[in-house]
C-alpha cells in the first residue's frame, strides 16, 4: 500500500516540506507530494563506503565547474558530517550546493579578504565562496592570531554556506585553542523548529 509522505500528524513532515519563499534556505530535495510505499519505509538504511561516497559527491561537484581542490574539501565536510551524525548538514546539502551555485548565490572561486585587522580582532569577508573552505582558511587566521596575541575575534562575512560549525571547533581544539563558534542567516530568513518541534518558529541567529 502507498503511505503519503506527509501529513498533519506525520513528522515526516519536517523533512519533506518546501519551505516558502526564494532564498539560500529554500529546499529544492523533496516533492511534497511525494508517496513512498510501506516496503520503502521497512527498508534497512543501506551502508556507503565514506571513502566511495566522498568520491562520489566530489564528482558531481567538479560537474558543477567547481575547482577540483575546493569540491574535494566540500564532498569531505559533507560525508564528515553525516559521519559525526549531523545528517542535515551532510551530503543531503548537494542538491541545494550545485542549485545555488548555478543561481549564483554561492561563488565556487570566492577568496578570502581582510577586511579589518587590529589586536585581537580580525574581520574577514568571504566573497560568498564555500563555507567548508572559506571558513577553514578564516579559522587557520584566527588561530594564529590567537597564538600570537592570546585571543581572536573573528567575524567572517558574505560566506556561503559554513555547514557544520564543529568541524572548526574541531580544527581550534586540534590546535589547542578554545573555540566559541556561532553564526547567522545574514537576512536570509531561514526559520528553524525549536528542539523537539516540527513547525519552524525561530530564527538560526545566535
Not at 3 to 19: D, G, H, L, M, Q
Not at 133 to 141: M, P, Q, S, Y
Request: glycine share 10%; aromatic share 6%.
Amino acid at each position: 500500500s502507498s503511505i503519503p509522505a506527509i501529513s498533519a500528524n506525520n513528522p515526516a513532515e519536517c523533512a519533506v516540506r518546501k519551505p516558502p519563499g526564494d532564498h539560500p534556505g529554500t529546499s529544492i530535495a523533496f516533492d511534497p507530494m511525494t508517496t513512498f510505499t510501506r516496503q520503502d519505509l521497512e527498508a534497512p538504511m543501506p551502508t556507503i563506503d565514506p571513502a566511495v561516497l566522498t568520491e562520489f559527491a566530489t564528482e558531481i561537484f567538479r560537474n558543477t565547474n567547481i575547482p577540483p581542490e575546493t569540491a574535494a574539501q566540500v564532498a569531505k565536510s559533507l560525508v564528515l558530517a553525516n559521519l559525526k551524525g549531523h545528517d542535515s548538514h551532510g551530503v543531503i546539502r548537494i542538491i541545494e550546493y550545485v542549485d545555488w551555485v548555478e543561481r549564483g548565490w554561492t561563488n565556487p572561486t570566492g577568496k578570502l579578504e581582510i577586511e579589518r585587522e587590529q589586536p585581537c580582532i580580525l574581520i574577514l569577508n568571504g566573497n560568498f565562496g564555500f563555507g567548508q573552505v572559506i571558513g577553514r582558511e578564516a579559522l587557520t587566521l584566527g588561530i594564529a592570531k590567537a597564538k600570537r596575541e592570546g585571543a581572536c575575534i573573528l567575524s567572517l562575512r558574505q560566506s556561503g554556506h559554513l555547514g557544520r560549525v564543529g568541524e572548526f571547533a574541531e580544527m581550534a581544539a586540534d590546535a589547542g585553542i578554545a573555540c566559541f563558534a556561532m553564526t547567522n542567516t545574514h537576512g536570509g530568513g531561514v526559520l528553524v523548529a525549536p528542539h523537539g518541534g516540527c513547525e519552524r518558529r525561530l530564527s538560526a541567529n545566535p
